[in-house]
């Protein structure tokens, strides 16, 4: 290279990474996704295209999210299924209001605290018959349905049932983490023989590999049933009874009675008014508030000034998150056993209160909780799907830690999710794990309104990542001018650390740890270095998103989580 046009290209300015890409959005794995009638965003092509299918044939964004949530059961069954729980919100163009659905399902009755310490037991286990609560998925399918289907059930399920009957090929993140989860589970009952291949060798078993076809008859004939008998046919019927005498053999405490008594419920959505943004959650026993508070308390702040990435932005947003999840470990709970002071936790005034505790300088190392209780006695999917009529669901399902708790019930084709692992095995506390009772729950779905108008359903699955997603994807729309794929691809935040609502429910004391995604400049992480944070790499905790937006033009944005195998298309 001539001596000239060298020192030319060195006295040029570095281009921030990305800056080269034509449309001009350095985070953006690719263009956010319009249609002028309906969209659907899952975390899986084919279930997106099961969702367009069934509102092209004249489905409601429901009957779509339902046919949908049924494939990704199948599909997915690393995140979700049938054996979980259920949680959603939707827009109702007709009456201009949002609707909420919790359906978690309770402990077994027959289960006490005192089983427990029987057994020597600190904490919930993982895995096996213990940490199994009821269902809720299937339920809050036909409640949902009944109030906003348009279709009959047994049409929304066909997709699904074909899948599983015929097979589909496997995606590739869904291989790495099926393949993750075989050796932990395949010691319970049922589920090597309905969950794995045939390997190399004599009595070798396997996850099925990425691209390989993989076909589940026993869902299939498990959703015909439902299909066909309606909701009693899981909760009352033979499916209950399968239940129930594999639970028996298998020194379980799930039952058939507490499958028969099972009910989920229509909730209100709770908001805050985040600049001039209306954000809806769900109330306990869910962690949606969390979200609200985070963002109260970094209302205050002129991030915008501070910039995406900046130490600033990060560090207010972990010390808000540490303030937001003190609360969390002491207050969210079951409302049928604690009624969590939600109206205070998300009123501005504390969170004026509670920003007093933020120094500019200098990371928190412990947080207490601002309401102290006063007691009268990992992997999820998400979803989206927004029709012609303008309804919009905001869905999310769960067997809670990847493929739950690895008991399933041989012929039925799904497995029993382990949320119960959620409890806390404290006497007192408001999540203390109780018969009946619903746990805290990780899974929420959001949504956002603006002058009373929908504008955004959107998530972010992924544990605790959750409520820290769901303010991070608002602040990269609002306060930094993010496209909605954009807002989705920018590297990500996740405090790891702050007390928890389980487990032994041990209060942080060292300030947590800080994992900061691949993307953040170096100056910004010798900065937090210097203010007292604990940053660390880590691979891959970041959740998934997936969101559809109002196109002010008309019709729909869509976005989908670039880190998952998912698609956001519409027509």
């Given at each position: 290279m001539r001596p000239l046009l060298l020192a030319l290209l060195l006295s040029l300015p570095v281009a921030a990474a990305g800056a080269d890409r034509i449309a001009g959005k350095p985070f953006a794995t690719r263009s956010e996704v319009y249609a002028p009638h309906a969209m659907a965003a899952t975390s899986h092509p084919l279930a997106t295209q099961i969702a367009l299918d069934v509102m092209k044939q004249g489905g409601s964004a429901v009957d779509a999210a339902i046919a949908a949530n049924a494939a990704l059961g199948l599909m997915e069954p690393t995140g979700n299924g049938i054996g979980g729980d259920l949680f959603a919100i939707v827009w109702d163009p007709k009456t201009r209001k949002l609707y909420g659905y919790n359906g978690s399902g309770?402990?077994?009755?027959?289960?006490?605290?005192?089983?427990?310490?029987?057994?020597?037991?600190?904490?919930?286990?993982?895995?096996?018959?213990?940490?199994?609560?009821?269902?809720?998925?299937?339920?809050?399918?036909?409640?949902?349905?009944?109030?906003?289907?348009?279709?009959?059930?047994?049409?929304?399920?066909?997709?699904?049932?074909?899948?599983?009957?015929?097979?589909?090929?496997?995606?590739?993140?869904?291989a790495y983490y099926w393949n993750l989860s075989v050796p932990r589970l395949s010691q319970w009952p049922g589920f090597a023989e309905q969950f794995t291949v045939a390997g190399a060798g004599p009595g070798d078993r396997r996850a099925p590999r990425t691209g390989e076809i993989w076909k589940n008859p026993n869902l299939a004939r498990t959703l015909e049933k439902i299909a066909q008998g309606g909701r009693d046919a899981f909760y009352k019927g033979e499916i209950a009874r399968a239940i129930d005498a594999y639970f028996r053999a298998n020194g379980g405490f799930l039952s058939y009675e507490d499958l028969a008594s099972h009910r989920g419920e229509w909730v209100e959505p709770v908001s805050t008014n985040y600049r001039g943004y209306d954000v809806w959650e769900l109330p306990p026993n869910g962690q949606g508030i969390a979200a609200l508070q985070m963002l109260n308390l970094l209302e205050g702040y002129d991030l915008?000034?501070?910039?995406?990435?900046?130490?600033?932005?990060?560090?207010?947003?972990?010390?808000?998150?540490?303030?937001?999840?003190?609360?969390?470990?002491?207050?969210?709970?079951?409302?049928?056993?604690?009624?969590?002071?939600?109206?205070?936790?998300?009123?501005?005034?504390?969170?004026r209160q509670r920003r007093k505790l933020i120094s500019p300088d200098k990371a928190m190392k412990a947080a207490e909780p601002g309401v102290i209780p006063q007691?009268?006695?990992?992997?999820?999917?998400?979803?989206?799907?927004?029709?012609?009529?303008?309804?919009?669901?905001?869905?999310?399902?769960s067997n809670y830690r990847g493929m739950g708790s690895g008991m399933a019930p041989p012929g039925l084709g799904f497995i029993l999710q382990d949320r119960g692992e959620q409890f806390v095995l404290k006497e007192g506390h408001p999540n203390s794990f109780a018969p009946g009772k619903r746990p805290f729950h990780t899974i929420?779905?959001?949504?956002?309104?603006?002058?009373?108008?929908?504008?955004?359903?959107?998530?972010?699955?992924?544990?605790?990542?959750?409520?820290?997603?769901?303010?991070?994807?608002?602040?990269?729309?609002?306060?930094?001018?993010?496209?909605?794929?954009?807002?989705?691809?920018?590297?990500?935040?996740?405090?790891?650390?702050?007390?928890?609502?389980?487990?032994?429910?041990?209060?942080?004391?060292?300030?947590?740890?800080?994992?900061?995604?691949?993307?953040?400049?170096?100056?910004?992480?010798?900065?937090?270095?210097?203010?007292?944070?604990?940053?660390?790499?880590?691979?891959?905790?970041?959740g998934g998103y997936q969101?559809?937006?109002?196109?002010?033009?008309?019709?729909?944005?869509?976005?989908?989580?670039s880190r998952k195998d998912g698609q956001a298309a519409g027509y």
């Open positions: 309770r402990s077994p009755k027959s289960l006490t605290l005192a089983e427990f310490r029987k057994r020597g037991l600190k904490e919930v286990p993982p895995h096996g018959p213990l940490p199994v609560t009821v269902p809720g998925a299937v339920d809050a399918w036909f409640a949902l349905h009944g109030r906003f289907g348009k279709r009959a059930m047994a049409d929304d399920l066909a997709p699904a049932i074909r899948y599983a009957r015929e097979g589909h090929p496997v995606h590739e993140t869904i915008k000034s501070y910039g995406f990435g900046s130490p600033e932005h990060v560090h207010l947003f972990a010390e808000a998150k540490k303030l937001a999840f003190a609360d969390r470990a002491a207050s969210y709970a079951d409302p049928d056993f604690y009624k969590t002071p939600v109206a205070r936790l998300i009123s501005k005034e504390y969170a007691l009268n006695e990992g992997d999820t999917i998400y979803l989206a799907t927004a029709d012609a009529d303008g309804m919009m669901v905001s869905l999310i399902q929420i779905p959001a949504f956002v309104t603006k002058d009373g108008k929908p504008w955004l359903s959107f998530g972010v699955m992924g544990g605790a990542m959750q409520p820290q997603g769901h303010v991070q994807i608002l602040l990269n729309l609002i306060d930094f001018g993010m496209n909605l794929q954009e807002a989705g691809d920018a590297p990500r935040i996740q405090h790891d650390g702050s007390t928890e609502p389980a487990g032994q429910n041990e209060a942080m004391a060292d300030g947590g740890e800080l994992d900061l995604e691949s993307g953040f400049p170096y100056e910004t992480v010798r900065a937090l270095m210097r203010k007292g944070h604990s940053v660390r790499f880590a691979d891959g905790p970041y969101a559809i937006m109002v196109n002010p033009h008309g019709g729909y944005i869509g976005a989908s989580e």
